[in-house]
């Protein structure tokens, strides 16, 4: 369809308010610069992919077919695309397309310029993935669970998409998809969709392989388009909610996600019906480089969740709540970013306060809060203060660079301010309404602005300053009205800190309640001088090397490290070579090249051996750290 004067970047939308100076209107001015797109032309509203997946070429290849929307008299619709093969770009009914591909930059990739003729609706462009794409890894056998078969899988946030799917690869420029994925015939293929076929159908002529289905037919930002491929079983936890991984570990995820459907109940109550549908998580093999990624419908999780105790949930929580703040409402570009993963923060926060309670809730705080300070500090040392802002400027830079806790909790921290202003009552209706108010939109920081300004502030200027709202937005550090979160249960914690530091024997603390949360504050909140005898002792009475708990595990390990507590070393190997999760790997590394003369050197020998299995992504920012 020809839209005339097409002038928005959001669909669907509120057409009055859009025209004129409504939060949509000034999002739709954004420009992202981290896309070639020229949405205002031409823009990509649907895509249907046909993929065959080669396990020994390493590769994706076939065709993505992008029905557009065009300004009337449109000449070119231009793509985003990165360490792709197009192979040839043709209209509909197959006729080849002239198209140019402009120059690669390291962040950006390329621009895939293709001219339309006169009124085109879709163009195809049949292409392959190459070698060195940020978005696939490839995993042979042994990087499984199950050593048997091989598996892939996807990671399309921020700006990774455009290296297996050639779209406009931008958050504000929503698109539906649908997908054939074909796979060798004993592999199973999911993606962030409806899952049309899931035992797969049969390829005429093909008996190796199997062919699997997909349909997304609302809207997503095309970060948020993903796909797996391996030996994958499924296990129902409750009507809507279910859990994937690979047939070697199902027994083991379901048991550590049974809470599923009560986590989905309970984030409907608080900010409306959960509008995708079905609710699943996908548990991916151990190098997957996040800890969770919210993929529509399926989240992706790493298994460093798995700690067989359930106790590692609320990283669930987060990934479900960005089923609203992130997915349905949605960061228009990657300076906004604390639009999706502030609230997600927040909104998690109030999930596990639902259903586990306060003092649960409340540890949880800290610890996030604890975090930001850690990275809020490094960020000054590192002479990146501009990355303390909730609204930065990246032009020219990598939205991965800003990957810090910062866009998280200082964005959480801000929500609460307001939470505690107005009270829970009213920030809830606000939160409620907007979500609804946006739905399926792309919103900017000043869109936001001007919705808050609106529906909570009143246009109330005094109310605004008081709050500090510019300064929480755009200024650098934490504005004095933080809200320190408190825990007493963490309190106690500090008790036991205190005996031990006072020489205390550890055998003789009171650790009988400590859950994860309680470890992770003990191990880092230890005093700095502690003697290599005292971390032993540590370890003896806690057996924190044979940890089984990722976070604790971690903890420990830092501590390990800081210390030159070389007995932790082999756990450390093991944990650096095991998994590959960048929130665990690079601070460790880190942590080792800070002790000159002891760590590099071991850093430097571990990471030979563990980089070959880490994941792009994981592997460009250790990189950075290990040298
Ligand atoms: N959306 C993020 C993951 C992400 C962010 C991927 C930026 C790529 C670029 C996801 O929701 C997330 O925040 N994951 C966290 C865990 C969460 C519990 C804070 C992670 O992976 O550590
Ligand atoms: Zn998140």
Redesign the pocket.
């Known amino acids: 369809m020809a839209v005339a004067g097409l002038s928005l970047v959001t669909s669907g939308c509120n057409r009055r308010e859009a025209a004129d100076t409504g939060p949509l209107a000034i999002a739709a001015r954004t420009a992202d610069d981290h896309s070639y797109a020229r949405p205002q032309e031409a823009r990509v509203r649907h895509i249907d992919l046909d993929l065959t997946a080669d396990f020994t070429a390493h590769q994706l290849k076939g065709t993505a077919s992008l029905m557009l929307e065009t300004e009337a008299n449109a000449k070119q619709v231009v793509l985003d695309v990165k360490d792709l093969g197009v192979e040839k770009v043709t209209d509909a009914s197959g006729a080849p397309l002239k198209y140019a591909l402009g120059k690669a930059d390291p962040m950006m990739g390329q621009s895939l310029t293709v001219e339309l003729p006169q009124g085109a609706q879709k163009i195809v462009v049949r292409y392959h993935t190459e070698k060195g794409g940020t978005a696939l890894q490839w995993l042979d056998p042994q990087q499984t669970a199950g050593k048997q078969k091989p598996f892939l899988f996807s990671?399309?946030?921020?700006i990774?998409t455009r290296t297996w799917i050639p779209t406009q690869d931008s958050p504000a420029i929503r698109q539906t998809y649908s997908a054939r994925i074909t796979v060798p015939s004993d592999l199973v293929a999911v993606m962030s969709a409806k899952r049309l076929t899931p035992d797969g159908e049969a390829v005429p002529g093909h008996a190796s392989q199997r062919t699997f289905r997909f349909d997304m037919d609302q809207p997503v930002a095309p970060?948020l388009i993903a796909l797996a491929i391996g030996d994958i079983g499924f296990k129902e936890e409750g009507k809507n909610t279910g859990v994937y991984a690979e047939k070697a570990m199902l027994d083991k995820a379901a048991y550590e996600f049974a809470d599923l459907e009560q986590m989905l109940d309970a984030a409907g109550k608080l900010y409306g019906p959960y509008k995708w549908g079905r609710y699943d998580v996908l548990v991916l093999p151990p190098s997957f480089?996040?800890?969770?990624?919210?993929n529509p419908t399926l989240?992706f999780a790493?298994p460093t969740v798995l700690a067989g105790d359930r106790s590692l949930v609320?990283?669930?929580?987060?990934?479900l709540a960005?089923s609203w703040s992130?997915n349905l409402v949605t960061n228009a570009t990657w300076e906004d970013?604390w639009l999706?993963?502030g609230f997600?923060?927040y909104f998690?926060s109030r999930i596990m306060e639902q259903v586990y309670g306060k003092d649960r809730a409340d540890m949880l705080k800290v610890l996030g809060y604890n975090d930001l300070l850690t990275d809020m500090k490094q960020l000054e040392a590192d002479g990146h203060p501009e990355f303390t802002k909730l609204h930065p400027d990246l032009k020219g830079i990598n939205?991965?660079d800003y990957?810090t806790d910062v866009p998280?909790e200082k964005g959480a921290a801000f929500l609460r301010v307001l939470e505690q202003r107005f009270g829970r009552k009213k920030f809830d209706a606000y939160l409620k309404g907007y979500f609804s108010r946006y739905a399926f939109q792309s919103m900017t920081t000043e869109a936001f602005l001007a919705d808050l300004r609106q529906h909570l502030l009143h246009n109330d200027g005094d109310l605004e300053k008081e709050l500090k709202v510019h300064d929480w937005i755009y200024g650098t550090g934490l504005p004095d009205n933080i809200i320190v979160p408190k825990s007493p249960l963490l309190d106690q914690v500090s008790a036991e800190i205190s005996a031990f530091a006072a020489g205390g024997d550890p055998k003789a603390l009171d650790v009988k309640d400590f859950g994860y949360p309680q470890w992770v504050y003990f191990l880092s909140h230890l005093p700095d001088n502690l003697t290599l005898d005292r971390i032993a002792a540590l370890d003896s009475a806690f057996d924190f090397t044979h940890s089984h708990n990722s976070e604790i595990e971690f903890a420990w390990l830092m501590l390990a490290v800081q210390h030159h507590y070389t007995p932790a070393l082999p756990t450390l190997r093991d944990f650096l070579t095991s998994q590959g999760?960048?929130?665990f790997c690079t601070p460790l590394y880190r942590a080792l090249m800070q002790q000159p003369g002891w760590g590099p050197d071991l850093a430097r020998r571990i990471y030979a051996e563990a980089r070959p299995g880490y994941h792009e992504?994981t592997r460009a920012a250790v990189d950075k750290v290990v040298k």
Do not use: C, I, W
């Open positions: 990671q399309g946030e921020e990774n970060y480089p996040y800890g969770g990624m919210e989240t790493t609320s990283l669930v929580a987060h990934e960005h992130g970013f999706n993963e997600t923060v998690e939205p991965d990957f998280y999760r960048g929130k992504l």
